[in-house]
């Protein structure tokens, strides 16, 4: 299995050049230009992939039969979909 940055990671507007995915210092990938929109809705799905990857693993856990508290994982599936489109917690 391939080894990515783990996260959190999180949308950068400060660049003139575009959006930017960053993890502390490093950057992630860049998304020319800038507008608001598909963007930075792109953005925000991208800066969420790796809550979203964990948040899937915990629910093939628990329907797998793994004995999981189903609130923690809610908890944990609500927190990435809300990063990724941008909706308040």
Known sequence: MNKHTPGPWF???????????????????????????????????IAAAPELLEALKLADAM????NMNAKAVEKKVRAAINKATGDAE
Do not use: F, N, W
């Open 11 to 45: 949308v950068d507007a400060s660049r003139q050049e575009g959006l930017a995915i960053r993890h502390d210092s490093k950057m992630i990938c860049q998304i020319p230009g800038y507008g608001v929109g598909t963007r930075i809705d792109d953005a925000r799905l």
């Open 63 to 66: 329907l797998s039969g793994s």
